[in-house]
């Protein structure tokens, strides 16, 4: 008989084995063993029955946010949707009407991430704009499972496989490390037993093709995406390059990022720069990188210089944005429109420079570009089909 | 079709392997084989002499944390497989007694794991202590650990043979459990014990004081 684990899908016969307890499944038993036969559901505690499922949100969504907004809540009834939005166009908001509608109907639904930097800072936003319990769980905030809505990164979700959400809501599925991990895949999905909803600015083909996909690549301050300039340097004339750059930057108080591909790599770049400016380092292995994101954001820094771990969800008012060694084969396509999407997010400054310096004219590079270009591009199509 | 083999831990294809674990079936993938570090040490502690094959660090932790705590059986193979002729040989005709489990973790496991990852040594186990109550060592400070002795207890059922007893342990932390139980059996004479690994803090406390092994 086949053999398929009830919390990841596996079917490989290979990654079976059959302990003394029974059969099973090794592709998810870092989640601790999960025996195939043990398929028995629990049920949710009740919500509170003062549950406030009102969104306040500090701004009014853009006729176009509330459309689809509207058209999200319509389409989760027959199956699983992907909002393809440029980077900064509000998905987190769009959704939030959605999950109002959810907790007003007393269902339970999750919002999944990746990364755990990013969750931190979504469940702070969603406290701002609901007043009901939100648990954040990811690593170090692991305690607290009894939330009305679950934020939460994908490997956590494996703690609701016996309970299933009636949404998940997947922000960044093309995100390190759920994207090409079919074991957090499958225990996603598993742990839902309603359709599906994700966000994501740089959608994979299985997405396009598997989901009802609504498109918005305007922002809500109207202005286009910045499209990244790229400097061809040499390996010295690079870095001194980035040195003017970050300079003049400083001189006219403009915040700025650079991205680097390594962690040793910009500690390097941070310990030549410091000596000339006001800057930090932050990368995974940086220990106070809450503190140093903090700083950043009430400008007590002029700039930081990162790996991929800022690429995505995390906004700073009115950056500009440098990436070193563009080239690099970190710097995936997805990961170079995440990085570019990180300038003109605010509407008091919808504009920045994005800078690719890279050694050689990457595919990736170039992709990249021609996304954002093309993006910007279709903003006027979509307006008018859903004008139509 | 054929059944591609893949490494037990790392779960990718066992095409990397030297000629020596090709001959030897080893479940085990290069590059994991030499992240696990076995290496066989020992160290003296009071009266017994403990032979230990690596430290509780880096990647031999996280395997047998999955082993224990993510209780994967599979895994109860790959530790013991490059020394277990060594172990064969070197303890012929020996009964080897082994470290007990809380009746909470052996019913949530289901099965007991320093025995099953001895048994593929193919030596003769003897399972003769008890824990009288569900204590959990692991979150237990280095003065609670100590504590142990007053844990442990000869299982009145079982009848100690006459041949060279080892003690054997997954973990060696503090060393309180393997002279605990070797406190037990003080009538019959036990001066060895045998476990996977030891505490860095433990190797270090010792390297300290240079062979002379005095924490109690």
């Known amino acids: ?13 290979n990654l079976f084995y059959e302990g003394s307890k029974g059969w099973y499944c090794r592709a998810c038993v870092q989640f601790s063993r999960k025996l195939i036969s043990d ?8 919500f509170p029955s003062d549950l406030s499922a009102d969104v306040h949100l500090d701004f009014e969504l853009t006729d176009l946010q509330k459309e689809i907004s509207k058209r999200i809540t319509e389409k989760m009834e027959t199956g699983d949707v992907l909002v393809w939005a440029v980077t900064g166009a509000g998905k987190t908001e769009l959704c939030m009407d959605f999950i109002s509608q959810c907790l007003k109907q007393r269902k339970r639904i999750a919002v999944v991430i990746p990364r755990r930097q990013v969750v931190l800072e979504l469940a702070e ?25 679950i934020v939460c990164t994908a490997h956590q979700c494996y703690r609701f496989f016996d309970k299933k959400f009636d949404h998940i809501i997947v922000d960044e599925p093309d995100a390190f490390p759920y994207h090409g991990n079919a074991v957090l895949q499958g225990i996603v999905r598993n742990s839902c037993k309603g359709s599906m909803l994700y966000l994501s600015a740089t959608p994979d083909s299985s997405l396009l093709e598997n989901c009802q996909v609504l498109r918005l690549f305007s922002r809500p301050h109207g202005y286009d995406l910045p499209v990244p300039h790229i ?49 930090e380092c932050c990368t995974s292995k940086t220990e106070k990188k809450d503190e140093i994101i903090d700083k950043m954001k009430k400008r007590e820094l002029s700039g930081l210089i990162c790996t991929t771990v ?36 605010k509407s008091s ?40 | 079709m054929p059944t591609i083999r893949k490494c037990l831990y790392c ?3 066992l095409h990397k392997q030297s000629l020596m674990q090709y001959m030897m079936n080893d479940a085990l993938c290069l590059s994991c084989r030499r992240s696990l570090k076995i290496k066989r040490k020992t160290l003296q502690m009071k009266s017994l002499k403990i032979t230990y094959f690596g430290l509780y660090e880096h990647d031999l932790a996280e395997a047998l944390l999955q082993y224990k705590e993510c209780m994967d059986e599979a895994l109860k193979e790959m530790f013991l497989s490059e020394v277990k002729d060594w172990i064969r040989f070197h303890y012929h005709n020996c009964v080897f007694l082994c470290a007990p489990s809380s009746s909470k973790a ?28 569900d204590t959990d060592q692991k979150q237990a400070s280095f003065q609670k650990r100590s504590e142990i002795s007053d844990v442990l207890v000869l299982k009145q059922e079982v009848d100690i043979p006459d041949k060279r007893l080892i003690l054997i342990d997954d973990i060696v932390t503090t060393g309180s459990t393997l002279l605990a139980l070797q406190n037990l059996i003080k009538d019959k004479e036990c001066t060895e014990a045998l476990c996977l690994c030891i505490h860095p803090k433990l190797l270090a406390e010792y390297d300290k004081k240079r062979r002379r092994f005095c924490i109690y």
């Open chain 1, 1 to 13: 008989m086949k053999k398929i684990c009830p919390r990841c899908s596996n079917e490989d016969p």
């Open chain 1, 39 to 46: 398929v028995h559901y629990e049920t949710w505690n009740d």
């Open chain 1, 125 to 149: 936003r969603f406290k701002r704009s609901f007043n009901c319990h939100i648990s954040p769980l990811c690593e170090g905030y692991t305690d607290d499972l009894t939330g009305d809505l």
């Open chain 1, 231 to 279: 400097r061809k340097t040499g390996k010295v004339s690079g870095l001194f390059y980035l040195w003017v750059w970050c300079m003049k930057r400083q001189k006219e108080k403009i915040p700025f990022l650079v991205f680097v591909p390594e962690i040793e790599m910009a500690n390097r770049i941070t310990l030549i720069f410091k000596t000339s400016m006001n800057i």
């Open chain 1, 310 to 345: 800022l690429e995505r969800g995390i906004t700073f008012e009115g950056v500009d944005v440098c990436v070193f060694h563009a080239d690099h084969p970190v710097f995936t396509s997805a990961s170079l429109i995440q990085i570019a999407g990180r300038v003109g997010r």
């Open chain 1, 349 to 388: 400054r919808p504009f920045g420079e994005c800078l690719f310096l890279t050694f050689y004219q990457s595919d990736e590079v170039i992709e990249s570009v021609r996304m954002i270009e093309y993006a910007n591009h279709q903003k006027m199509s979509v307006l008018s089909e859903i004008a139509s």
């Open chain 2, 11 to 13: 779960q990718k294809s």
């Open chain 2, 106 to 133: 052996l019913e949530r496991r289901g099965f007991q794991h320093v025995i099953s990852m001895f048994e593929q040594c193919g030596v003769p186990i003897l399972d003769c202590f008890e824990k009288k109550t």
